[in-house]
């Protein structure tokens, strides 16, 4: 298995600055603000504080990049913030543009939701993006450790239309299902 481990920070980019080339597979993350994404990268990369956890949601907006010499993990900034202001919307939907529109190895996407809640609009609306620009993609559920264990038998009762082997229930607490995500990202980059 890949060594995430090694995994380091390498560098935050606002939509002020010109978005460098993409030169390795790339694995995207993407959710809502608060939905676990940074804990998650940490503990996929046993990190403790490698990527930020708690943010203030709606503070300065960046794609944040971690660096391992086979791949590189994306951070893309988190949506769906209510109190957030238009210009911040926009700010953000740029951003994504710019990503996305940058000719970069994307291998998978790593859709995360909280396992406690149906997908949101903005979740659906992602996945969606995904599906119609044929990026591979899975659904992390998170903080499945706050779920019994028969609630978490049935999470997947969420996402009627996905194929199981989409889903992976995970947390950053217990560690369920990292090191299914890590397979998952480990095939991805053809490895
Ligand atoms: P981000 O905004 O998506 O990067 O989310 P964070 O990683 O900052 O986490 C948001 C909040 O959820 C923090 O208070 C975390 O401690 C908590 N959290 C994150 N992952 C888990 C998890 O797996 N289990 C539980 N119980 N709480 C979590």
Redesign the pocket.
Known sequence: MLNFETVAFETSFGFSQQLFASDKPEIVFT??????????INKLCNKKSM?????T?GKTQTINFYNHPQFRLVDLP?YGYAKRAKSRKDDWGNLMEDYFQSGRDIRLAVA?TDIRHEPTADDRMMIDFFVKADIPFVIAA?????LNKTELASFHKNFPNMNSSRLIA?????GLGIDDLKRAIEDACGN
């Open positions: 959710g809502r603000s608060n939905v676990g994404k940074s804990s998650l990527a930020k956890v708690g943010q949601p988190g995360l998170t903080k499945a450790d706050k995970v947390s950053a607490l217990s």
